[in-house]
């Protein structure tokens, strides 16, 4: 198994650990293929850690390669390897397995069991230095009700919505499906907790809610419904500065969906590039983002996000000239631990303000560096 030696390093050692129990395994694979190999190995001695879709964590290779998106092919972590695991005691820092500590964890999950808040709890109890956010901004940022709460609560607009479970539809599926239809058709039926599109269905008419609601159950036990908006799909990185000042937020860019799909599901992020165009910086009056970018931040600071996030929104450019900027921007989601494969949008948001995808990778890593341990 080709990995890093355990000697001291003048250099910081990174674990990158990737792949994982949910759906979005494969996903995770890519984005660490991307990451993997835009490290510098001069400045960072690096650990490649996979996690299986059975949950066991091994050493890997570190050749990227293996990982990459190729011939619509979705990669997976090999089950054979060295296991290893992280030391719960405060003072070691040790990768057990590979016999010597690390500094910091760039956690590339997506998802439950990962992206939600877990891993990074196992994090802290081992006041183990990681990039992201922490246990409550990404257990929140992944349930789509509960961040709809939060943002909410603290005056930020969210369009129409409702959330039940499994046992609820159950129970009373005519009352559920009468309060659904008065959102207005379409609207998306989601996996409350679920990410990359899975398990989303758009739906037209009631008679299409039976099987949108046992899809997303199939995923998450709960289940989001929301109403169908008008306006552009937007979005904005949001990166802690290295100084400690405001977040920085890069140009907005623009998901339009021009062929083969109803809207941008996981085919169409990943498999059928052909029928989505993805533009960066997205062309917006300057009014526009500049209120784009602004509420980008104040969404970062609501959930109580570190490290970065995107943030998803829909803009109507004609309702918020109208409304002199008051209205025509309605948040989608946060998202704590974005897509990082060289073609996904965070990073290419990013490229276009000015930050290539090393350098941005370099940036997270020295924010995780400096991060303090303990309460914050």
């Not at 239809?181 to 739906?203: H, M, Q, Y």
Request: net charge negative; hydrophobic share 45%; aromatic share 6%.
């Amino acid at each position: 198994m080709s990995t890093q030696p355990p000697h001291p390093s003048p250099r910081p050692r990174v674990a990158v650990v990737f792949g994982g129990r949910s759906s979005e395994h494969a996903i995770s694979c890519v984005t660490a293929a991307g990451v993997l190999a835009a490290l510098d190995r001069e400045a960072y001695d690096v650990v490649p850690v996979g996690i299986t879709t059975s949950g066991r964590w091994v050493l890997v290779d570190d050749d990227p390669s293996q990982f990459a998106l190729t011939d619509g092919k979705l990669p997976e972590v090999p089950a054979a390897g060295p296991s290893v695991a992280l030391s719960q005691d405060v003072d070691s820092k040790e990768l057990q397995g590979f016999g010597a500590p690390v500094d910091v964890v760039l956690p590339l999950l997506h998802g439950p069991f990962g992206e939600d808040g877990t891993l990074q709890g196992l994090f802290e109890l081992s006041d183990t230095r990681y990039v992201g956010s922490g246990v409550l901004a990404s257990a929140a940022g992944m349930d789509k009700q509960v961040m709809k709460l939060l943002l909410a609560g603290q005056g930020l607009p969210v369009g129409p919505w409702i959330s039940f479970r499994a046992k609820q539809w159950d129970a009373d599926r005519d009352g559920l499906t009468a309060r659904i239809a008065e959102l207005g058709f379409p609207v998306f039926v989601k996996p409350a907790r679920a990410g990359s599109s899975i398990g989303i269905t758009r739906v037209t008419s009631v008679e299409g809610l039976e099987a949108a609601v046992a899809e997303a159950v199939s995923h998450d036990p709960k289940v989001v419904v929301e109403a169908g908006l008008s306006g552009r799909e937007i979005e904005c990185g949001v990166l802690e500065a290295l100084d400690g000042s405001a977040p920085l937020t890069s140009l907005p860019g623009e998901i339009e969906v021009v062929g083969g799909h109803e809207f941008y599901d996981f085919e169409a992020k990943y498999l059928d590039s052909d029928n989505v165009k993805l533009s960066c910086p997205a062309d917006l009056p300057e009014d526009v983002t500049a209120a784009v970018r602004a509420m980008a931040v104040r969404v970062f600071e609501a959930m109580g996000a570190e490290g970065l996030a995107r943030v998803d929104l829909f803009v109507d450019v004609a309702a918020f000239q109208a409304s002199a900027g008051a209205q025509g921007i309605v948040v989608n989601e946060i998202n704590t631990m974005p897509g990082f494969t060289p073609f996904s949008m965070y990073p290419r948001m990013w490229a276009a303000t000015g930050v290539e995808y090393p350098e941005l990778v370099d940036h997270l890593i020295q924010l995780a560096l400096h991060r303090p341990t303990g309460l914050r």
